[in-house]
């Protein structure tokens, strides 16, 4: 069963503008980690936001997390090409990682 | 430091075949969790290894096993091949048992039943 689901399942955008995706959840957590995947390979962690935290960057990312909604957000400012993948929410679910359905990101040069 | 490497990229079994997956984690990392992807089921938790000892199954039938050696490399098996396994198997490894902090993931295996 699936503890996350990410919001739009697609987007295509054009290089330069931001893109926003968002995760919702189920249960109570510990904290909420972003990971992107390039078509067919493995996933790379993004960020980590713990449950005390609002709101973290990391270069051109930003993640919300607003856990009376049970929901969180990426934002990828200036979008480039090199940008294009999945990108997937993950959540902790009786110890274990359980991932999103994951929003599929086009940006087109 | 070297990363996560799956061995091997790309495998072509027949049904009913065993077939085993290895992984190495990162230097220092304890904990080894596998994953299965496929497009009907996105990325499915399959179990997690920390210091020899299974901490955690996922929802797959007994075919699927794994272990690990006293030098956290990883291996899991899955016996009687069935089309259905047919999928990308990830591997990652962290630091501290469980999913406290983040996993590094290998390239994955890329498993073809036919």
């Known amino acids: 069963s699936q503890q996350g689901e990410e919001d739009p399942q697609a987007l295509s955008i054009q290089e330069g503008e931001n893109a926003t995706m968002n995760c919702s959840y189920k249960?109570?957590?510990?904290?909420l980690q972003w990971y992107r995947q390039n078509s067919g390979r493995g996933l790379v962690h993004l960020i980590l936001i713990r449950s005390n935290e609002r709101e973290k960057h990391s270069g051109r990312l930003r993640v919300t997390l607003d856990t009376s909604k049970k929901s969180s957000s990426l934002l990828i400012t200036a979008s480039r090409a090199a940008d294009t993948a999945s990108y997937f929410c993950a959540t902790v679910l009786t110890n274990k990682l359980i991932f999103g359905t994951g929003t599929l990101l086009a940006v087109q040069p | 430091k070297a990363g996560v490497t799956q061995t091997p990229r790309y495998l072509i079994k027949t049904r009913g075949q065993q077939v085993t997956l290895s992984c190495s984690p990162i230097s220092g990392h304890r904990s080894v969790s596998w994953y299965q992807q496929t497009p009907g089921q996105g990325l499915q938790f399959l179990f997690e290894?920390?210091?020899?000892?299974?901490?955690n199954k996922g929802n797959f039938p007994g075919r699927f096993s794994g272990r690990q050696f006293s030098n956290s490399r990883s291996e899991m098996n899955v016996s009687t091949l069935e089309l259905g396994d047919s999928a990308l198997y990830l591997c990652a490894s962290s630091l501290e048992a469980g999913p406290r902090t983040e996993a590094f993931f290998g390239q994955g295996t890329r498993l073809t039943v036919v």
């Open positions: 290894y920390f210091s020899e000892t299974q901490r």
């Open positions: 249960t109570s957590i510990n904290n």
